[in-house]
């Protein structure tokens, strides 16, 4: 029998509040262990938590941009369960009444060529608002087996974004994480960095018979933190999934954790020893309100997102929708390219040279670029210094590698080099006759009808002038001079 | 003058430190030499914070000399139920578990209390993290009725009680989760208020159950309680459900009188079994208050049969979730040689919470376990609604609602202690009260035969503590019952 998969995620997002969701410490990351931490967070007795607006604000921004409804009246409940990195021995979180329901994303599902194959609508459910927990460090390596717990995380602003189960196959799960991940950066929410873990993915996967309307029994692949391991954890679940099904075995409902080593899912618990989380409303907050006025000001001041920017990249500047694609996956990028490409007049080139020169240079836009010493201004000025025929482009590689390293501007690296693009006829002609008078040999062969032989001597000008030749003017004049 | 410092008011005490005919450290010494002395028989405090308390009535006194920032409390001593949090200082609530914690941060009405330039100085004895109605579910030690000591002083704020009767402090502060200060005022014959929900913060309070709990004064006189809770009242960034409204001059309600004022009588609470004294001494009362021109109406709460029932399935079951917290981990007790962390939670748990305590959590988890939820706790909500309902609904011909607080006088030691049904029944006419959010206060109103305090319970409308103390303050001034004293 043939077996469709049905996948849906759930996706924890940490907020990029300066403070936790419900005290005023500091949510940063790497900070001294337990440095950032309060009677509240830290669950002392008697403490009650006092919601961050800046925390719903940043939920609300999210459910806009994907099209949810916004909750006026939202609820904090409390989920009971007994973990020695949880202060208070429960969570809060949202139930029964989050803060936006429905919405949806279309994510680029790419081909085997790396190419976009089709675009891919997935449906959201729900976006809630909880806190997260805090760090558990086992350390075995003492004389005494011992705990540390680490509470710095503890209480800080986590959106848990769940999708129906819409999605077929790994690649459009992990299409859909990336959509999401640039629209979590775009709305400036999260910083998206999936190894500390201010982004990770709890996968549900079950199998169905393919034509069938009713959902198979599903597993939960818990915290996944890459977008390769997430497609190799459900390809492995599906895989597995189907080897049960197909021998006539059952699938046990149950929560599994993927190993990134043998590239496995195993068991962490099934659904008997399953915890009974005894939500009820949380009664230390009031139900959380939000007026439409509130809610009509964050959408005034939505930004722009990934998809209509790309749409736009394609109608104003002429890009292909695969470079527009490119160029608009990051916020940083995106206006580096556009940056660029007013400065210099040509969107295409500015395109080409980001592309290929500068995406080169960095492997992490988002934390490198705002950083390189080459910024739109110097780069848009190396492409005029070739549209005004001062360099060639193939010295502008050279000057661009030195930008990349000196920060120097483009203008006073070809002046210093003295790399001027030579165009004079007269001084190009004095170096052509001699090159013809040197290569004898050549000059019957191209007389013969050899026509490569052109090459070898646009390279001995080029050789001659130290590459500095205008190439137009240099194939001009050969071609006047060998006849 | 010594001892007779330990029976003022706080209008007295105050005029005395205002006058300089007494210092703030000779008012401090002489109840604490007082506790010293009496309270080995009371048993009201768990702990006495002698020198931080020498400091803060030094510091009550440059004020008085200054003259400037002097209130009402300023130089006041005020004792401190032990479930609310007081940096530096041991903050139990009377639970083994939390044996080894110190509060290291104060609670916003400790705050509010200091800035006031009250002393603080110590922390009394209650029910185990308030869960009780004698003060016998302490796990450090049992509380005694100053009027007869082989009586319980009542619960949870047993210490609170008994210690503004025994003259160890003109003033202290309780808790009132399901009447926890008005019935223990009720035993121990002194005013008791429970404000609205909301009025007063609870940051700092060590919950029971959160949606119930509110903090409030035990005074000897109704003007003294309406004076401490105007500085515990107000809005607190800390508390989202303390709320944001102005805080009355309390106090000044005590003199207007209750001529005109219609007093709601609701049949449901004067019931069968109820101690013939009690009944009594309350109408009693009500025939005084209707002499100085007050209107008695009947009225009808007719969700009452269901209080008890509805208060221990949304107090337990939020109480099953804040003592969560205490899993041996911190704060004190923790099992010895634990196998692993599941054994920690169970010993350590097992070990440091009392019998009382132990029933409620497994009560509360049960009503909130799934496939259990929609049977109790949504139809206690359901409930809860209901009762406050009926409220409204009397309210609607009616300024204040007067009723007994307890079926009976304080009872004996152990008497109901094995029987948590009959325990819980003591406080029938309390309970509602805090499942609708409503303020009460408790007054004294006469004496059983057996020489033990009776209480008439006044309630009123969401935020109308003032008409509590209108009340309260018409019936004190017609009688003498506040102004008897133990003899210890």
Not at chain 1, 118 to 144: C, F, N, P, Q
Not at chain 1, 317 to 333: C, H, T, W
Not at chain 2, 460 to 468: G, K, N, Q, S, V
Request: with cysteine; aromatic share 8%; net charge neutral.
């Amino acid at each position: 029998m043939e077996y469709e998969a049905v996948i849906g995620l759930e996706v924890h997002a940490q907020m990029l509040t300066k403070t936790k969701l419900f005290c005023s410490c500091s949510a940063s990351f790497g900070d001294d262990p337990n440095a950032n931490t309060c009677p509240i967070c830290l669950g002392f007795p008697g403490v009650l938590p006092k919601l961050n607006r800046q925390a719903v604000e940043y939920a609300i921004r999210t459910g806009l941009a994907l099209g949810c409804r916004i909750n006026g009246k939202s609820v904090f409940s409390r989920k009971n369960y007994f973990y020695p990195d949880l202060p208070k021995g429960y969570q809060i979180s949202q139930y029964d009444l989050p803060l936006c329901s429905g919405g949806n994303l279309k994510a680029r599902v790419l081909g085997d060529d790396g190419r976009v194959a089709y675009e891919k609508e997935v449906r959201i459910t729900r976006i809630h608002m909880e806190e997260d927990a805090g760090k558990s460090l086992h350390e075995a390596s003492r004389d005494i087996r011992s705990s540390l717990i680490d509470l710095n995380r503890a209480c800080t602003p986590l959106m848990e974004i769940v999708s129906e189960p819409d999605i077929r196959s790994a690649r459009e799960a992990s299409a859909y994480l990336k959509e999401l991940r640039q629209v979590l950066l775009y709305l400036g929410v999260c910083d998206g960095n999936m190894e500390e873990g201010s982004l990770r993915c709890d996968a549900n996967v079950s199998l169905r018979p393919k034509g069938s309307e009713k959902l198979g029994t599903r597993t939960e692949t818990k915290n996944v933190n890459s977008f390769r391991f997430l497609e190799r954890a459900i390809e492995y679940e599906i895989r597995r999934q189907e080897m049960i099904l197909s021998t006539g075995g059952t699938i046990v409902q149950e929560t599994r954790l993927f190993d990134a080593n043998t590239g496995e899912t195993r068991s962490m618990r099934s659904k008997e020893e399953a915890h009974d989380y005894r939500y009820f409303p949380e009664p230390d907050l009031l139900p959380l309100v939000v007026s439409e006025a509130q809610i009509s000001d964050i959408s005034a001041r939505l930004p722009e997102l990934p998809e209509a920017k790309r749409q736009r990249f394609i109608s104003d500047y002429s890009l292909s929708d695969y470079d527009a694609g490119i160029l608009s996956s990051d916020k940083v990028l995106a206006s580096f390219f556009e940056k660029t490409a007013k400065l210099c007049g040509d969107a295409k080139v500015a395109a080409n040279w980001i592309q290929t020169e500068v995406l080169c240079e960095v492997k992490d836009v988002e934390t490198e670029l705002p950083k390189a010493k080459v910024t739109p201004e110097t780069l848009a000025a190396l492409i005029t210094l070739i549209q005004k025929g001062t360099i060639s482009g193939k010295i502008a590689k050279d000057v661009f590698g030195d930008m990349w390293t000196s920060g120097k501007e483009p203008e006073e690296i070809v002046k210093s080099k003295g790399l001027v693009q030579v165009s004079d006829e007269g001084e190009l002609a004095k170096v052509i006759d001699n090159v013809i008078a040197a290569n004898a040999k050549q000059v019957e062969q191209y007389k013969g009808g050899k026509q490569s032989v052109f090459g070898f001597f646009v390279g001995a000008v080029m050789k001659a002038t130290q590459g500095k030749a205008n190439p137009a003017v240099v194939n001009r004049l050969l071609k006047e001079k060998l006849g | 003058m010594g001892a007779d410092l330990c029976h003022l008011s706080i209008g007295e005490l105050g005029a005395l430190l205002r006058e300089k005919k007494v210092s703030a450290s000779e008012v401090l010494e002489a109840h604490l030499k007082r506790v010293e002395t009496l309270d080995p028989k009371v048993g009201a405090f768990l702990h006495v914070n002698a020198e931080q308390a020498m400091a803060q009535a030094r510091h009550a006194q440059e004020l008085l000399d200054g003259g400037r920032g002097v209130t009402a409390l300023t130089g006041i001593p005020v004792g401190i139920k032990d479930v609310i949090v007081m940096d530096g200082t041991p903050s139990t609530a009377a639970s083994r578990i939390l044996s080894a914690f110190k509060g290291t941060y104060d609670a916003t009405v400790v705050r509010k209390l200091h800035a006031a330039g009250a002393v603080c100085f110590g922390k009394l004895n209650m029910d185990e993290f308030a869960m009780g109605s004698s003060t016998e579910n302490s796990s450090v030690k049992k509380t005694l009725n100053p009027w007869d000591l082989d009586c319980v002083p009542g619960g949870s704020s047993g210490g609170s009680a008994a210690a503004v009767a025994a003259g160890f402090c003109p003033v202290s502060i309780g808790s009132d989760t399901g009447g926890s200060i008005r019935q223990p005022a009720a035993f121990c014959g002194v005013v008791g208020l429970k404000p609205t929900y909301g009025r007063v913060s609870r940051f700092g309070v060590i919950a029971f159950a959160s949606s119930l709990d509110q903090l409030g004064p035990f005074a000897r006189t109704v003007a003294d309680a309406a004076h401490l809770l105007e500085f515990m009242s107000g809005f607190d960034d800390l508390d989202s459900t303390s709320v944001d409204r102005p805080v009355p001059n309390y106090a000044a309600a005590a003199d207007r009188g209750v001529k005109g004022l219609r007093l709601g009588v609701p049949k449901e609470y004067f019931i069968d079994g109820m101690d013939a004294e009690v009944e009594a001494a309350v109408r009693g009362a009500l025939a005084e208050l209707e002499k100085q021109g007050a209107k008695l109406v009947e009225v009808s709460l007719p969700h009452t049969k269901y209080a008890v029932a509805t208060y221990y399935i949304v107090a337990t079951a939020e109480a099953s979730s804040n003592l969560a917290r205490y899993d041996g981990v911190r704060f004190g007790h923790r099992a010895k040689d634990p196998k692993d962390i599941f054994d920690l939670y169970v010993r350590s748990r097992g070990e440091g919470f009392g019998p009382e305590v132990k029933r409620r959590i497994m009560l509360g988890t049960f009503c909130l376990s799934s496939g259990y939820y929609d049977a109790y706790y949504r139809k206690a909500q359901q409930l809860r609604w209901l009762i406050r309902q009926d409220f409204l609904e009397a309210f609607k011909t009616c300024d204040a609602i007067v009723s007994p607080v307890t079926p009976t006088a304080a009872f004996r030691f152990g008497e109901k202690a094995a029987d948590p049904i009959q325990m819980y029944l003591s406080d029938i006419f309390t309970i509602s009260c805090n499942l609708a959010g409503l303020p009460g206060v408790s007054v004294p109103c006469g004496f059983t035969s057996k020489s033990l305090p009776v209480g008439l319970q006044v309630l009123a409308r969401h935020f109308a503590e003032e008409t509590l103390v209108q009340v309260g303050g018409a019936y004190e001034r017609a009688t003498d019952w506040h102004k008897r004293r133990p003899a210890l």
